[in-house]
């Protein structure tokens, strides 16, 4: 019997660690960094440089993400979506979560700097940064320009990818970055403007909380609009082909005109949730094209 419990409450330790990591968002930037290695290779593949892009990656993500949890675990409390995590809850201790944190940063970027290459490691660095420091601690806390800001290191996995291959910033690593860029903003705020009122009470200055949610709505058209040209311009410098191109501006148009609508949607909460799904399937759909239309495949 004391053997079964113990194994049993290993089983929800391990569930624990691993939702700390936020494995949703986690796949979805791993992914992001394997389709920029994909288009910088151009299915010339070195799958062992591969590996270590991706370990080194995903180490450094889920290291950020846990210490975001830490950070914000009391203020988690005062939101239903996150109160029941394993730090609110009291299932971990702080310390507890910070050093596994702290590891998993410090192993991720070993990685890329050392089996990667230092310019894979920088950029991990400096994504890892912004969204602790720059995000996390301060800007989440004070500035609706939070999302924006935290952009920077949300747009670092696919730019990480394809430096791990390039081992240079060139046009190829700047498009993917704004890609990225650009993605992030309208994504989140489809979100935040369904659960806008439990970042009110948890005090998060968002920007649907403090300019309201028809600001919010429109503030998001210019991002999605400037996702075309970024498109346009990656098959015009030659890393993609021309269904690529088709299949991005389709999507791109599909997911603008609904975000137009958006300003005269009545039921808002409806409306922000095909938004949220529209958005997910935009960065699946044009990174999955993007990587089996790459001018080399």
């Known amino acids: 019997m004391a053997s079964c419990r113990k194994t049993r409450e290993a089983r929800f330790v391990l569930k624990d660690l691993i939702a ?3 494995p949703r968002l986690l796949r979805l930037n791993v992914f992001a960094a394997l389709g920029g290695f994909l288009v910088a290779s151009k299915w010339d593949i070195d799958f062992l440089l591969l590996i270590w892009a991706l370990i080194g990656s995903t180490l450094t993500i889920a290291s950020a993400t846990v210490i975001n949890n830490y950070w914000d675990r009391e203020l988690d ?6 109160k029941d995590r ?22 991720g970027l070993a990685v890329l700097f050392l089996l990667v290459n230092s310019l894979s490691g920088w950029l991990g660095l400096l994504g890892w940064f912004v969204y602790i420091v720059i995000y996390t601690m301060w800007l ?11 952009g920077i290191s949300g747009a ?21 970055f704004a890609l990225l860029f650009l993605w992030q903003p309208a994504h989140f705020w489809s979100l935040a403007i369904r ?14 909380v403090v300019k309201g949610i028809k600001r919010t709505k429109l503030q998001m058209i210019p991002y999605i609009v400037l996702l075309l040209p970024a498109s346009i311009m990656f098959y015009t410098y030659g890393y993609v082909g021309i ?7 389709v999507v791109g148009l599909l997911w603008l005109v609904h975000t137009l609508r958006g300003t005269g949607a009545k039921d808002t909460e409806k409306w922000a949730k095909t938004n949220f799904l529209i958005s997910v399937n935009y960065l699946m759909v044009i ?11």
Request: charged share 15%; glycine share 10%.
């Open 156 to 176: 670092m996995p696919p730019v990480i990818g394809y430096c791990a291959v390039t081992n240079e910033v060139d046009a190829g690593a700047w498009i993917l």
């Open 140 to 150: 989440k806390r004070t500035s609706t320009w939070s999302t924006s800001v935290g």
């Open 77 to 82: 409390l005062k939101m239903e979506r996150t």
């Open 287 to 297: 990174f999955i094209v993007m990587i089996l239309n790459t001018t080399g495949s």
């Open 86 to 107: 394993a730090l609110p809850t009291g299932r971990m201790q702080p310390g507890t979560v910070l050093a596994y944190g702290i590891v998993l940063g410090v192993v």
């Open 243 to 249: 269904y690529f191109l088709i299949i991005s501006v």
């Open 20 to 22: 700390l990591t936020k």
């Open 195 to 208: 659960r806008v009122e439990e970042y009110r009470e948890a005090g998060f200055p968002l920007l649907p």
